[in-house]
């Protein structure tokens, strides 16, 4: 616990009522979407970089851990405050300070959610392609701190592809500015992209200036259901090979489709095995000949049924396919192990075969959906933990599944990050130079070890 | 007297708190938490205190029931959450624990234990009326008032509906005779329709009398109980409960019939945990709109001469009607109304801030919540927000006297009723 005399420094930063010691508080900032609890000692919410930069010297001045968090909905633990000390709470930075049309850039604070920042730029006409699934609660620092994704990457990319500059408050209490407001830059290191997806060790991001596109004018949904999982791999293959990047390319195994059957309006027969959720944007025309072209292209790959929207609520009713995936994933089993490996799209059957066989050798269900256009799984491995073993084997397979995707050459995070879960498995995936390298750049920005600490690598 | 069944306990809900799975899809859901920003406001953080205080692993301080007393009941983040956690339901029960522990707010005690006696309200109703004038202001060209003095938990600035005259039990027999052929239909008249809005209840009886419906009103209903369920008081719910069990239970009506959505709620959501007696009760009470509805009073609205001068009407759909699937009837009524012009508004579904206690507890939070519903009206270009829900029109009516407008908050039955006493 902390002492009583820092909590009086920390008010003397922040004010009396933006930091607590209560038990409720502490409670409802110790977990995250991992549902694993550690309470911090001392919740704070700050307002301003100045404050932050207090925090922080303090912090190392008294050797108390930070723990910098947005909505707490990372999937890795990233947030958690695992050894105590403050939860650095930043939904108070909330402001979109500007959007500038004539650049093509806003300028935003941490703390704004997401689909906040979307909303305020499609009103102009402009557009912010990152869309990770929690976009109407996560906010744009998580975003940025661990570079989500989302299904509209394939097309768009990532987080990182957006960040233009950042404003930094050090682990050790100073401000800086990486990048800027240019399309080009190469003025030294390139600090902001060392920052995206450091998932707040290396510093606590307090601005952020975002490139923007113009907002495409129209978009196109359609489903398409396979006989095959190879059918779905090859259909991807076929359409990019035929010159066309879809804005979304999302893909359901079989185990997926036999949850979500009861919970949508789109029948979906036993003889589905696959399902494709495509989608093209642009201008209306353009993506009505698209969209003949990708039917043509996928039509002789083993078809079922074809839905194609004609209008933004029958698109409406082909998402909501998607999204009860989720919701409905709990009648499978209660406990949930949810991995976002990724690998070259062209290895995604090879993937999904080594899944449903580890899930048979094992016995335990696995639910494998997500974006095909980048070879992106979300690998759900269900289980009830109250029956004895089952973790046990959930551990097991999650280990089978990490070492057949880096065999594939791929990766055990497409955009959830490493956090706390996934720090045990580094040493599969990075080399031992490579994370000697990475602790090197730690340990000479942050030589305290305050920064989110116990985050990324496991403990020395 | 007969032993009284119990709602849930937190204990009862242990297995739905372990569903909640931390995701955070309510943090873009919940009214409050929307003002307030902080986590233990949001429906994930009141489902981890509530698991942690089930488990004694924190103490029912005043922080945390302040915590647990910023909840709307809007059931929002029921609605949105991919596990169908009861936070609601989750909410009333930790907010029972806590009074079970530490003993209820005085603003709790008082209000429920007037509630609780049907006699003792009628009596003080007659008195504070003759009060009324040394208490209260009236609100400049408005139906409302204001308070004169500074009064505890009341924010001065509020506006309040004016006591009825009379109210509405005292002013029509217990049986009121339609066809002989038609059902017997039993008025759930709910407090704030007896005491503060009689002309609702007048609506429901032109409407039901139009269908040619016999209408019982039980003398001895009281309370429905939600306002002691939201302050925590489960054992004042429980014997409101049983008074209505009795009171409705020896007229063997066809149906109940309740005029306001969280009456609605009380008598069949919550009535349904305590027991089998009370559950036959609550399957055959129905929303005044939905049974209006379906006994084809649409038809009969229609048949009546057109309006020369139309107001424009929008619909504000309360909470608790929604929850129960009951958004349609209400607007349905309306736009078979042939003396009003039917006009769409932003954000109909958003709850209006009032929830119940939370307004007096909150009221600042309730009023800015409020303000954006008075902002929605106003851009509607209605001249009237119906709804159904006596509490909802008292905070709209609230929120458009604090953004001066002259707008008017009303219930759908009071539209219905107008147009039915014209054509008669």
């Given at each position: 616990?902390?002492?009583?005399?820092?909590?009086?420094?920390?008010?003397?930063?922040?004010?009396?009522?933006?930091?607590?010691?209560?038990?409720?508080?502490?409670?409802?900032?110790?977990?995250?979407?991992?549902?694993?609890?550690?309470?911090?000692?001392?919740?704070?919410?700050?307002?301003?970089?100045?404050?932050?930069?207090?925090?922080?010297?303090?912090?190392?001045?008294?050797?108390?851990?930070?723990?910098?968090?947005?909505?707490?909905?990372?999937?890795?633990?990233?947030?958690?405050?695992?050894?105590?000390?403050?939860?650095?709470?930043?939904?108070?930075?909330?402001?979109?300070?500007?959007?500038?049309?004539?650049?093509?850039?806003?300028?935003?604070?941490?703390?704004?959610?997401?689909?906040?920042?979307?909303?305020?730029?499609?009103?102009?006409?402009?557009?912010?392609?990152?869309?990770?699934?929690?976009?109407?609660?996560?906010?744009?620092?998580?975003?940025?701190?661990?570079?989500?994704?989302?299904?509209?990457?394939?097309?768009?990319?990532?987080?990182?592809?957006?960040?233009?500059?950042?404003?930094?408050?050090?682990?050790?209490?100073?401000?800086?500015?990486?990048?800027?407001?240019?399309?080009?830059?190469?003025?030294?290191?390139?600090?902001?992209?060392?920052?995206?997806?450091?998932?707040?060790?290396?510093?606590?991001?307090?601005?952020?200036?975002?490139?923007?596109?113009?907002?495409?004018?129209?978009?196109?949904?359609?489903?398409?259901?396979?006989?095959?999982?190879?059918?779905?791999?090859?259909?991807?293959?076929?359409?990019?090979?035929?010159?066309?990047?879809?804005?979304?390319?999302?893909?359901?195994?079989?185990?997926?489709?036999?949850?979500?059957?009861?919970?949508?309006?789109?029948?979906?027969?036993?003889?589905?095995?696959?399902?494709?959720?495509?989608?093209?944007?642009?201008?209306?025309?353009?993506?009505?000949?698209?969209?003949?072209?990708?039917?043509?292209?996928?039509?002789?790959?083993?078809?079922?049924?074809?839905?194609?929207?004609?209008?933004?609520?029958?698109?409406?009713?082909?998402?909501?396919?998607?999204?009860?995936?989720?919701?409905?994933?709990?009648?499978?089993?209660?406990?949930?192990?949810?991995?976002?490996?990724?690998?070259?799209?062209?290895?995604?059957?090879?993937?999904?075969?080594?899944?449903?066989?580890?899930?048979?050798?094992?016995?335990?269900?696995?639910?494998?959906?997500?974006?095909?256009?980048?070879?992106?799984?979300?690998?759900?491995?269900?289980?009830?933990?109250?029956?004895?073993?089952?973790?046990?084997?959930?551990?097991?397979?999650?280990?089978?599944?990490?070492?057949?995707?880096?065999?594939?050459?791929?990766?055990?995070?497409?955009?959830?990050?490493?956090?706390?879960?996934?720090?045990?498995?580094?040493?599969?995936?990075?080399?031992?130079?490579?994370?000697?390298?990475?602790?090197?750049?730690?340990?000479?920005?942050?030589?305290?070890?305050?920064?989110?600490?116990?985050?990324?690598?496991?403990?020395? | 007297?007969?032993?009284?069944?119990?709602?849930?306990?937190?204990?009862?809900?242990?297995?739905?708190?372990?569903?909640?799975?931390?995701?955070?899809?309510?943090?873009?859901?919940?009214?409050?938490?929307?003002?307030?920003?902080?986590?233990?406001?949001?429906?994930?953080?009141?489902?981890?205190?509530?698991?942690?205080?089930?488990?004694?692993?924190?103490?029912?301080?005043?922080?945390?029931?302040?915590?647990?007393?910023?909840?709307?009941?809007?059931?929002?983040?029921?609605?949105?959450?991919?596990?169908?956690?009861?936070?609601?339901?989750?909410?009333?029960?930790?907010?029972?624990?806590?009074?079970?522990?530490?003993?209820?707010?005085?603003?709790?005690?008082?209000?429920?234990?007037?509630?609780?006696?049907?006699?003792?309200?009628?009596?003080?109703?007659?008195?504070?009326?003759?009060?009324?004038?040394?208490?209260?202001?009236?609100?400049?060209?408005?139906s409302?008032?204001?308070?004169?003095?500074?009064?505890?938990?009341?924010?001065?600035?509020?506006?309040?509906?004016?006591?009825a005259?009379r109210?509405f039990r005292?002013r029509h027999?217990?049986?009121i005779?339609g066809?002989?052929?038609?059902?017997?239909i039993?008025l759930?008249t709910g407090?704030m329709v007896n005491?503060l809005y009689p002309e609702i209840g007048e609506g429901a009886l032109k409407a039901l009398a139009a269908l040619g419906f016999?209408v019982?009103i039980?003398?001895?209903?009281?309370?429905?109980?939600?306002?002691?369920?939201?302050?925590?008081?489960?054992?004042?719910?429980?014997?409101?409960?049983?008074?209505?069990?009795?009171?409705?239970?020896?007229?063997?009506?066809?149906?109940?019939v309740t005029l306001c959505?969280?009456?609605?709620?009380?008598?069949?959501?919550?009535?349904?945990?305590?027991?089998?007696?009370?559950?036959?009760?609550?399957?055959?009470?129905?929303d005044i709109n939905d049974l209006l509805v379906?006994q084809g009073l649409e038809e009969v609205l229609q048949q009546l001469p057109?309006a020369?001068?139309k107001p424009?009407v929008?619909v504000?759909?309360?909470?608790?009607?929604?929850?129960?699937?009951?958004?349609?009837p209400p607007?349905k009524l309306l736009a078979a109304l042939p003396t009003i012009?039917l006009?769409?508004?932003?954000?109909?579904?958003?709850?209006?801030?009032?929830?119940?206690?939370?307004?007096?507890?909150?009221?600042?939070?309730?009023?800015?919540?409020?303000?954006?519903?008075?902002?929605?009206?106003?851009?509607?270009?209605?001249?009237l927000v119906a709804t159904a829900c006596p509490?909802?029109i008292?905070?709209?009516?609230?929120?458009?006297?604090?953004?001066?407008?002259?707008?008017r908050a009303c219930h759908v039955l009071e539209l219905v009723g107008e147009a039915l006493e014209e054509k008669s």
């Amino acid at each position: 616990m902390l002492e009583n005399r820092i909590i009086r420094i920390i008010e003397g930063i922040v004010g009396e009522q933006h930091v607590s010691t209560a038990d409720t508080d502490r409670l409802c900032y110790s977990y995250d979407a991992t549902q694993r609890q550690h309470r911090p000692d001392a919740v704070v919410w700050p307002s301003n970089a100045k404050e932050i930069s207090l925090l922080l010297k303090m912090a190392n001045a008294e050797g108390i851990p930070v723990y910098p968090r947005g909505a707490g909905s990372g999937f890795t633990g990233g947030s958690l405050p695992i050894h105590g000390g403050l939860a650095l709470v930043l939904t108070r930075l909330d402001a979109i300070l500007r959007i500038d049309e004539e650049n093509l850039i806003a300028e935003v604070e941490p703390g704004v959610v997401t689909r906040q920042l979307q909303k305020a730029v499609e009103a102009l006409g402009l557009f912010y392609p990152p869309d990770p699934a929690s976009l109407k609660f996560s906010t744009l620092g998580g975003n940025v701190a661990e570079c989500a994704g989302g299904p509209r990457c394939v097309k768009y990319g990532v987080t990182k592809d957006y960040v233009l500059g950042l404003e930094v408050v050090t682990p050790q209490g100073d401000i800086i500015r990486t990048g800027g407001e240019t399309m080009k830059g190469v003025v030294g290191y390139d600090l902001t992209k060392l920052l995206v997806g450091s998932e707040g060790t290396l510093g606590v991001i307090t601005k952020i200036i975002l490139k923007l596109l113009p907002l495409p004018a129209a978009k196109k949904t359609m489903l398409v259901l396979f006989d095959s999982i190879d059918g779905a791999a090859q259909a991807v293959a076929a359409i990019i090979g035929g010159k066309i990047i879809p804005t979304t390319l999302e893909f359901m195994d079989g185990t997926t489709i036999d949850c979500v059957r009861r919970n949508t309006d789109l029948e979906l027969p036993q003889a589905a095995r696959a399902v494709l959720i495509i989608e093209v944007d642009g201008d209306s025309a353009l993506i009505e000949k698209q969209a003949e072209t990708i039917l043509k292209l996928v039509n002789p790959l083993g078809v079922v049924n074809t839905w194609v929207a004609a209008n933004s609520e029958e698109s409406e009713a082909i998402w909501q396919v998607r999204r009860s995936v989720s919701p409905s994933m709990r009648k499978v089993n209660p406990d949930k192990f949810n991995e976002d490996i990724c690998v070259p799209r062209s290895r995604l059957p090879e993937m999904i075969r080594t899944i449903e066989a580890i899930s048979d050798k094992l016995q335990i269900p696995i639910v494998n959906f997500g974006h095909a256009g980048d070879g992106n799984i979300h690998v759900n491995i269900m289980v009830d933990t109250a029956e004895p073993g089952q973790e046990q084997k959930a551990k097991q397979a999650i280990e089978e599944i990490f070492a057949a995707t880096l065999k594939l050459g791929g990766t055990m995070s497409g955009e959830h990050g490493v956090g706390v879960t996934k720090a045990p498995y580094i040493p599969m995936e990075l080399d031992p130079a490579a994370v000697a390298y990475m602790k090197a750049i730690k340990k000479a920005l942050d030589p305290n070890n305050i920064l989110n600490p116990g985050k990324i690598f496991l403990q020395d | 007297m007969k032993r009284l069944d119990r709602h849930k306990t937190l204990a009862d809900y242990r297995q739905q708190m372990d569903q909640c799975v931390k995701c955070g899809v309510c943090r873009a859901h919940c009214p409050v938490f929307g003002e307030e920003g902080r986590e233990a406001v949001v429906a994930r953080g009141k489902v981890t205190l509530a698991h942690a205080l089930l488990n004694k692993e924190i103490e029912p301080d005043p922080l945390l029931s302040e915590n647990f007393s910023k909840c709307l009941q809007c059931g929002k983040c029921v609605r949105r959450c991919p596990t169908q956690v009861p936070v609601d339901d989750i909410v009333l029960a930790a907010r029972r624990e806590i009074v079970a522990r530490r003993g209820q707010s005085l603003f709790g005690r008082s209000l429920t234990s007037l509630l609780r006696r049907p006699r003792l309200m009628h009596l003080l109703a007659g008195s504070a009326r003759r009060a009324a004038r040394l208490l209260f202001r009236r609100v400049p060209q408005k139906s409302g008032l204001r308070l004169r003095f500074p009064a505890p938990f009341i924010d001065r600035q509020r506006s309040l509906p004016a006591l009825a005259k009379r109210p509405f039990r005292r002013r029509h027999p217990e049986f009121i005779a339609g066809q002989p052929d038609q059902p017997i239909i039993a008025l759930f008249t709910g407090c704030m329709v007896n005491y503060l809005y009689p002309e609702i209840g007048e609506g429901a009886l032109k409407a039901l009398a139009a269908l040619g419906f016999n209408v019982i009103i039980p003398k001895d209903q009281g309370c429905c109980g939600l306002p002691a369920l939201s302050a925590g008081d489960g054992t004042s719910a429980s014997e409101l409960a049983a008074r209505n069990l009795r009171a409705f239970g020896e007229h063997q009506p066809d149906q109940i019939v309740t005029l306001c959505a969280s009456c609605h709620s009380g008598l069949t959501h919550h009535f349904k945990d305590l027991g089998p007696d009370y559950e036959a009760l609550a399957e055959r009470v129905v929303d005044i709109n939905d049974l209006l509805v379906s006994q084809g009073l649409e038809e009969v609205l229609q048949q009546l001469p057109q309006a020369t001068q139309k107001p424009k009407v929008t619909v504000h759909t309360p909470c608790h009607l929604r929850n129960s699937g009951l958004d349609e009837p209400p607007k349905k009524l309306l736009a078979a109304l042939p003396t009003i012009e039917l006009v769409k508004m932003n954000k109909a579904n958003a709850c209006c801030g009032l929830g119940g206690t939370f307004s007096v507890h909150h009221y600042q939070t309730s009023r800015q919540l409020g303000a954006a519903k008075a902002n929605a009206v106003k851009e509607s270009g209605a001249d009237l927000v119906a709804t159904a829900c006596p509490g909802c029109i008292m905070q709209l009516q609230d929120s458009l006297d604090q953004a001066d407008l002259p707008q008017r908050a009303c219930h759908v039955l009071e539209l219905v009723g107008e147009a039915l006493e014209e054509k008669s």
